[in-house]
């Protein structure tokens, strides 16, 4: 946790076959208000009745987010998630088959 109210999700994976895509995702309710370079910003209305904004702010600078309405089913097994967004980021291994990254929230 950070002060004003905000944290870091940070992970080092060791070990890893270079060359591998690693996926980081979460799924959340909030809409997509704008999604820049290796920032997103998401809006949701809070329990006040006013919209609440939390940026989203992954380490790596060549990290770009992608984000997908989970309106309908994804596949046999899943079900449809109306009203939920899944939101991720893809990096690549390096060759030292170390990675390190961190994922802020505000």
Do not use: C
């Not at 994976?13 to 704008?34: D, E, F, H, Y």
């Not at 904004?53 to 060549?62: F, P």
């Not at 088959?97 to 929230?105: A, C, I, K, P, S």
């Amino acid at each position: 946790l950070v002060p004003g109210g905000g944290y870091f999700l940070q992970d080092h994976l060791a070990g890893v076959t270079k060359g591998t895509v690693l996926r980081w995702q979460m799924v959340t309710p909030a809409r997509v208000k704008s999604n820049e370079k290796n920032e997103l910003v998401l809006v949701q209305r809070g329990p006040d009745g006013e919209d609440v904004e939390m940026k989203i702010t992954a380490s790596d600078r060549w990290a770009r987010w992608t984000t997908e309405a989970l309106e309908g089913a994804a596949g046999l097994d899943e079900s449809p998630n109306p009203g939920f967004t899944l939101v991720y980021f893809q990096l690549l291994v390096p060759e030292s088959g170390t990675l390190d990254y961190t994922v802020r929230f505000e």
